[in-house]
C-alpha cells in the first residue's frame, strides 16, 4: 500500500491569508486527488490533480480558490487562498489506483482552523 | 449521477457482539466499486474493506465483511466481535473513474 504524508498536519491561520497543503507519496501514482470535510460532515472531493496537467475541479471549487500544483508523479500541493472561517475543515489528499489494483489510500490529513 | 445514502447516525454496540452498518447506493455505471472507511477521532481515513460491482463473492478482511446485495444496491459492512477500539465514523464511499463518492456516515461506540 501506498504511504501517503501530509504537511503541515494542522495549522491555524488568519483570515485572508493562504495555506499551502503539501502531499507526499513514497510511490509514482497517476491519480491525486483532493478532499475536504468540513466540521461534522463527510468528505467532499475538491480536485483531481493528475502530472502533466491541469487539476480537474468539482462543482463549487474554482482554480482561484484552491489553486493545485503536481509537479511529479509523488507529489502535489494545495493551496487555500484567502481564508475564511468557512475554509475550517480537514484537508486529505489521496492516491487513487494503479493498474489493476483498486486501493485507495488516504493522507493522515491536514487540520485547518481559520480565526 | 451517482449517490450514496447512509441512514444510521449513531450506533451503540457492546463489546464483543457484531454491528452492522447500513450503506444503499445508486449508480448508472455498469461497473463500480465499493469501499468501507473508518476514520477515527485523529481524523485519518483508514480504508477496510473493498467490493467490485463484478465480484461474485462478499468481500471479507479479518473482522470485517462485507453483504452486498447488487440487485438492492446494498452494500452493508458487518464487524464482528467489535472491540473498543472500533469506536470511530464508518463511511461507505462508491468509486467513479478513482473519484470517490461518500455517505453521511456512522457513528460508532463501542460499550465496555
Known amino acids: 500500500s501506498a504511504v501517503i504524508s501530509q504537511k503541515p498536519s494542522r495549522d491555524i491561520c488568519q483570515r485572508g491569508t493562504s495555506l499551502t497543503i503539501q502531499c507526499q507519496v513514497d510511490s509514482q501514482v497517476t491519480m491525486m486527488f483532493w478532499y475536504r470535510q468540513q466540521p461534522g460532515q463527510s468528505l467532499t472531493l475538491i480536485a483531481t490533480?493528475?502530472?502533466?496537467?491541469?487539476?480537474?475541479?468539482e462543482s463549487g471549487f474554482v482554480i482561484d480558490k484552491f489553486p493545485i500544483s503536481r509537479p511529479n508523479l509523488t507529489f502535489s500541493t494545495l493551496t487555500v487562498s484567502n481564508l475564511s472561517p468557512e475554509d475550517s475543515s480537514i484537508y486529505l489528499c489521496s492516491v487513487g489506483p494503479e493498474g489493476q489494483g483498486y486501493e485507495q489510500y488516504f493522507g493522515p490529513g491536514t487540520r485547518l482552523t481559520v480565526t | 449521477a451517482q449517490k450514496i445514502t447512509q441512514t444510521q447516525p449513531g450506533m451503540f454496540v457492546q463489546e464483543k457482539e457484531a454491528v452492522t452498518l447500513d450503506c444503499t447506493y445508486d449508480?448508472?455505471?455498469?461497473?463500480?466499486?465499493l469501499f468501507w472507511y473508518k476514520q477515527p477521532s485523529s481524523g485519518e481515513m483508514i480504508f477496510l474493506i473493498y467490493?467490485?460491482?463484478?465480484?461474485?463473492q462478499n468481500a471479507t478482511e479479518g473482522r470485517y465483511s462485507l453483504n452486498f446485495q447488487k440487485a438492492r444496491k446494498s452494500a452493508n459492512l458487518v464487524i464482528s466481535a467489535s472491540q473498543l477500539g472500533d469506536s470511530a465514523m464508518y463511511f461507505c464511499?462508491?468509486?467513479?473513474?478513482?473519484?470517490?463518492?461518500f455517505g453521511a456516515g456512522t457513528q460508532v461506540v463501542v460499550t465496555p
Open positions: 467490493q467490485g460491482s463484478y465480484d461474485q
Open positions: 490533480a493528475n502530472q502533466g496537467s491541469e487539476a480537474t475541479y
Open positions: 449508480t448508472s455505471d455498469p461497473s463500480y466499486g
Open positions: 464511499a462508491i468509486d467513479s473513474w478513482g473519484k470517490l463518492q
